[in-house]
Structures are given as C-alpha cells and as structure tokens.
T-cell receptor, first 113, second 112 residues
Framework: DSGVTQTPKHLITATGQRVTLRCSPR?????VYWYQQSLDQGLQFLIQ???????AKGNILERFSAQQFPDLHSELNLSSLELGDSALYFC????????????FGPGTRLTVT | DQQVKQNSPSLSVQEGRISILNCDYT??????FLWYKKYPAEGPTFLIS?????DKNEDGRFTVFLNKSAKHLSLHIVPSQPGDSAVYFC???????????FGKGTSLLVTP
C-alpha cells in the first residue's frame, strides 16, 4: 500500500459525458501527478500540482482539467469523453516538487462506451 | 514521441537465474533514471533509481547500470524469484523537472 488513494476504482460512462477522478496523496506529500496509461502504452504524464498550484503540464488535452484543493487532494476532470479516453488513470504523489520518487495509487479504470 | 524505450515487451527467466531488463533513451537532458515494478490491478511501485553521475546502483538483488554514452540502462535481478514476475517500467526525468517519462514496460515471467 503506497498510501495514495484513488476513487473510484472503475468507471463506465458514455461518450460525450463528463467524469471526475479523485486522488488523495500520501500524508505529508505536497505534489500530485496525474498519468494516463492507454492500451499498450507507457504511462503518459498529464499534469502536476504542487501545494495547490499547477506546476507542470504534459500531454493533457484541453478537454481535461485538474485541481488540487487546500487539503491537498486532487481531482482530474475529463469532459466531452471520447472512446479513446478509455484508459487507466494513475495519480502519484511526492514530498516535494521535483518528483524524483513518486508513489502511485492503484489507478482508476475508465471505460467510455 | 517516445523518449524512453523498452524494446522487449516480455521476458521469461528461470528461477535462480539472472533477469536483465533493458531500456534506451533519446533525451540527453535526462539525468535521473528509475525502475518501477507493477503487479496487475496495482499502481507502479518504485524499485531502484540512479543518478547520471553514477554508472551503477545496487540494492539487494537489484542492480541498475547506466551507460550514458550509449543512452542505455539496464536492470539486473539476481537471483530471480517467482515473486519478481511483474511488469517493469523504466522512467527518466530531468533533475530539476517534474514529470517522469516512462517506457512501455517489459513483462517479466520467472518460472519455477
């Protein structure tokens, strides 16, 4: 158990819909990262928040957004969902902004039908 | 653009033998490298890392070797155990950065 929690574990929704994925970092960690793992792909970095502020963006679509709240939990919002958004979404946390050792949650499996 | 490449999707090794997992990278700015291990239905877990100022780092049965001139790193597991069966991801980052760039993973199967 990494100490990072993600909810829900599974999510099935239809195209065009909007969903919210939630992540609680390890106690004491200030950074949260979101990654997407599509079929046969490695983990693709989406976005990082550090202590409530966006710190870095990766290959995140404009239809996706995220935020980190004062209690340091984070939410990833995915809207206008397409079939290709079906993937595993992982949240990770680290104690500082450099993210040299990141601790991953179990992931949320999103299926868009 | 895949900057970290793991060209072997799978590897099968007998218990007790050495497992060697390989990883190549293209970005010369990477200066910190990590290996993560992933079991089904779980998130990746950190295994071992190496800074670019070193060429070897060892932790128990796990050793990572870095060849900067070849932009290549490898993970050696000796001796391999059935519990090592998992997907292994190589990752790299720029030290002052934030994102880990992952390879697609190599599925290791250790047979009794």
């Amino acid at each position: 158990d990494s100490g990072v929690t993600q909810t829900p574990k599974h999510l099935i929704t239809a195209t065009g819909q909007r969903v919210t994925l939630r992540c609680s970092p390890r106690s004491g960690d200030l950074s949260v990262y979101w990654y997407q793992q599509s079929l046969d792909q490695g983990l693709q970095f989406l976005i990082q928040y550090y202590n409530g502020e966006e710190r870095a963006k990766g290959n995140i679509l404009e239809r996706f957004s995220a935020q980190q709240f004062p209690d340091l939990h984070s939410e990833l919002n995915l809207s206008s969902l397409e079939l290709g958004d079906s993937a595993l979404y992982f949240c990770a946390s680290s104690v500082d902004h450099r993210g040299l050792e990141q601790y991953f949650g179990p992931g949320t499996r999103l299926t868009v039908t | 653009d895949q900057q970290v490449k793991q060209n072997s999707p799978s590897l099968s090794v007998q218990e007790g033998r050495i497992s060697i997992l390989n990883c190549d990278y293209t970005n010369s700015m990477f200066d910190y490298f990590l290996w993560y291990k992933k079991y089904p239905a779980e998130g990746p877990t950190f295994l071992i890392s190496i800074s670019s100022i070193k060429d070897k780092n060892e932790d128990g049965r796990f050793t990572v070797f870095l060849n900067k001139s070849a932009k290549h790193l490898s993970l050696h597991i000796v001796p391999s155990q059935p519990g090592d069966s998992a997907v292994y991801f190589c990752a790299a980052s720029v030290n002052s950065g934030y994102a880990l760039n992952f390879g697609k993973g190599t599925s290791l199967l250790v047979t009794p």
